[in-house]
């Protein structure tokens, strides 16, 4: 019965909740597939608290004025609020710098 | 049949919503140029990265089910409750998460085996189960299930006498099927904890027995 997984990460539920069909996780393309093992492989890593990214993460989500609900999992844009919500926590833990480092 | 099966074909707003190709260029350099910073910086390397998307990608997280058979096995009335509505049975447990889904539970007895699979797609009881093993989506498994349950089994290694009737449920958008195993012999003093410890995914798809513990 191994689970490697993190349960924070694998069993987020509400507005932040990973997308999903049929339980599968659902990557439309495969920069998101590079952004999701971005984040949680920093995570695993210790470089910063799920609970913060995932604060980020709803927040960036319900600031949209289009997904102000739960986002449509089987649509794309779920994962630009994952890289705006990873952004956003690398500067604050100082691993990036705004200026410098980001395509915006 | 000209019976309804969608399973989890994607809606059409999907195509529609799209991003374009310039918005994908504009989102992958973004990316890339994050990956490559924090790759040089020695902060994240790229084989850590790999093994994430695995991990989750094939993500077991079978503890929920594994509870919900534990209690079925040592409360009478819950296992009444779990078989006659197994949705609002297994919300009990504090589980749930399924987007107006069904739950049905189907109970293995000495006479009656039974085995979970989706012959269209991979329809799958994820909340309880967590991510679908990979065989379980390929076809395959899909495919032969239906035909030939037996020899199926007995590639996973189980036989089957006989005299056992072989049940095969076939999950769909609307309906996700968990069977509940027998609980194993040797087991009567163990409690719910040490219970849910011995069941695994693969009694609760239907591929597998719970041996008794040694």
Redesign the interface.
Known sequence: ?????R?E???M?GVGALP??????IF????E??????G???H??G?FIWDDFRQHLIASISADDKTSEIL?P????YY?HW?AA??KM?IEKG??TSSK???L | MAEKHQH?A??S??LE???TAAE?E??????????N??TE?G??SKK???R??S???N?????NG?KVVARAWVDEAYRQRLLADATKAIKELGFG?LQGEHMVVVENTATVHNIVA?TL??????PV????PTWY?NPPYRSRIAIDPRGVLVEFGLELDDSIEVRVWDSSAEIRYLVLPERPQGTEGFSEEELT?L???DSMIGVARINSPS
């Open positions: 019965m191994d689970r490697i997984a349960a990460v694998a069993d539920e999903r069909r049929s339980g599968e996780l439309h393309d495969q920069w597939c590079r952004a999701f093992a971005l949680v492989a920093l695993e890593q470089e449509d089987s649509g794309p844009g630009e890289l990873l952004e690398l691993l990036i480092d980001l395509v | 989890d994607p809606p707003p999907y919503k799209r991003r994908t504009a989102l992958e350099e973004r990316v890339r140029r994050l990956e910073l924090l910086k902060i994240v850590t990265l790999d994430v998307v991990i989750y990608e993500d077991l997280g079978p503890l594994a998460g989706c797609c991979s329809c799958y009881p994820w189960l967590g991510l679908p989506k410890a069941v695994t995914r």
